[in-house]
């Protein structure tokens, strides 16, 4: 038991799969979403501004700059998100939440505290 929990390292620190995907995963989530909107937000201002005659092209550049960081970031997160689900299925699949497995790393946890 004691391999399996190593395997999967964070995933392993939860006692839950609950507390699981809403300590790793939901806030990954969260955050994608945040930037989409917040690219959407910045990529419509681009757009608005662009209309205006006597608006300078660097605002135009600036903002579709920030549209392309903000989507930049929310690829780099999209691979950590997916890693994480990765490893947090297969804690699942594996086991490691079944509690004929948590009560024995449990009981080993203790031996190894109180020898």
């Given at each position: 038991?004691?391999?399996t929990?190593?395997?999967?390292?964070f995933?392993?620190?939860?006692?839950?799969v609950?507390e699981?995907?809403?300590?790793?995963?939901?806030?990954?989530?969260?955050?994608?979403?945040?930037?989409?909107?917040?690219a959407?937000?910045?990529?419509?201002?681009?757009?608005?501004?662009?209309?205006?005659?006597?608006?300078?092209?660097?605002?135009?550049k600036?903002?579709?700059?920030?549209?392309?960081?903000?989507?930049?970031?929310a690829?780099?997160?999209?691979?950590?998100?997916?890693?994480?689900?990765?490893?947090?299925?297969?804690?699942?699949?594996?086991?490691?939440?079944?509690?004929?497995?948590?009560?024995?790393?449990?009981?080993?946890?203790?031996?190894?505290?109180?020898?």
């Open positions: 038991m004691g391999e929990v190593e395997k999967f390292g995933a392993a620190k939860y006692k839950s609950g699981l995907f809403s300590t790793e995963i939901l806030p990954i989530v969260d955050a994608i979403s945040r930037l989409g909107v917040a959407d937000g910045f990529a419509s201002a681009a757009n608005s501004v662009s209309h205006i005659n006597i608006t300078e092209q660097h605002q135009i600036e903002l579709l700059e920030l549209v392309f960081n903000i989507r930049r970031s690829e780099d997160l999209q691979c950590l998100l997916d890693k994480r689900l990765c490893a947090a299925i297969k804690t699942v699949e594996s086991g490691v939440y079944d509690i004929k497995n948590i009560k024995e790393a449990t009981e080993e946890q203790e031996n190894k505290t109180n020898p």
